[in-house]
């Protein structure tokens, strides 16, 4: 009976110095010790061989080590888990404190924000913005602007063809003949878009460009009133002191027509490089819309009349942020880009 004792003792012992171990692993523990095939289980098997006396005390006690090492093993299961689980959080810390990466926010292209000044300015006045496709018809791009074929205008505007009759349009006025067709006067819109000509890469022309297109049609509009608007979109685009000039020139589908300077905003018109001393620059073609124009697109030219205008988009950006050459526009350099 003495070594049963003694067995169980060891048992217990043998039980609580495993699980002190820094690598114990108590579900282990609790299968060899206390498992079918344990050691406290072969103990008790050998029960039988105590006398009926003997028996409750060694009971009791087996039932006591049982408990011990159950309780052993969960306080050590326990401790072993918070140790993990803080290794864990502590290998896994996020050090708020550390400075963040700086990350690179892109802003809009020099041409994007030189449009959307232009729309801006003549949404304010009531216009709204009219869309043309950039694969035109010739009859759009040319004829019903007074440009039959042969016209020498078309020398000019030499684009590249799709078929005979189709191609890249030329230039934004092709919006004014599409919209006349579809929309009853009064009409007041601005058409921004891409335009193509068949001109070589250099410092002042691209293949591809911007251009800005404005018609006003209705009763009683004269000269007047384009001078008037375009005064205004000057003034808020240069400058409160800009001033304006009509000069004659011509244009198929306006009649008069006119090239329009605004007074130099480096050297207010006195003459300096900018201006290369005229005190001028050209900034845009208009015109009083040609009769032929309104009538073949079925408005009648006894009745309305109207205004029309274009610009050239990249050639405001280079003046209004002094750039000299307009390839730079084209060539995403991120720094010259990053200085906008
Ligand atoms: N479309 C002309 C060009 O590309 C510019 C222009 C001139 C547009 C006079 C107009 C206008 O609307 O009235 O050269």
Avoid at 105 to 116: D, I, K, S
Avoid at 318 to 326: E, F, N, P
Wanted: glycine share 8%.
């Amino acid at each position: 009976m003495n070594d049963m004792k003694e067995l169980l003792q060891g048992i217990l012992a043998d039980a609580l110095d495993q699980l002190k171990a820094d690598d114990a692993q108590p579900d282990q523990i609790r299968v060899r010790f206390l498992g079918k095939k344990g050691d406290l289980t072969a103990v008790l098997r050998g029960m039988g061989s105590l006398s009926p006396e003997e028996r409750p005390a060694i009971g009791q006690l087996a039932n006591e080590v049982r408990t011990q090492i159950e309780n052993a093993i969960e306080k050590r299961q326990t401790e072993l888990n918070d140790k993990k689980l803080k290794s864990k959080l502590l290998a896994e810390r996020v050090d708020v404190t550390v400075p963040g990466e700086e990350f690179a926010v892109g802003h809009q292209h020099p041409l994007t924000l030189v449009r959307r000044e232009l729309e801006d300015i003549f949404l304010g006045l009531g216009f709204s913005i009219a869309e043309g496709p950039e694969v035109e018809y010739d009859y759009y791009n040319f004829q019903a602007l007074n440009i039959p074929e042969n016209h020498p205008a078309r020398d000019t505007q030499d684009t590249f063809y799709i078929t005979d009759k189709i191609l890249l349009r030329s230039q934004t006025s092709p919006v004014q003949a599409r919209v006349m067709e579809k929309q009853k006067p009064p009409i007041r819109i601005i058409s921004p878009g891409r335009v193509y000509r068949s001109d070589d890469v250099d410092a002042t022309h691209s293949p591809l460009f911007h251009q800005f297109e404005g018609l006003v049609v209705d009763k009683g509009i004269t000269m007047g009133d384009l001078k008037g608007v375009l005064e205004l979109f000057a003034k808020t685009m240069f400058g409160e002191e800009t001033r304006i000039r009509f000069r004659p020139h011509h244009f198929p589908f306006t009649e008069p027509s006119a090239e329009v300077d605004v007074s130099c905003f480096a050297c207010g018109g006195k003459g300096c490089r900018f201006c290369k001393g005229e005190g001028w620059i050209e900034i845009l073609g208009a015109g009083m819309v040609h009769p032929k124009v309104l009538s073949g697109c079925g408005i009648d030219p006894r009745e309305y009349s109207g205004f029309a205008f274009g610009l050239g988009i990249e050639r405001i950006a280079l003046l209004k942020y002094h750039i000299d050459d307009m390839r730079l526009l084209y060539e995403n350099d991120m720094r010259f880009l990053g200085q906008f």
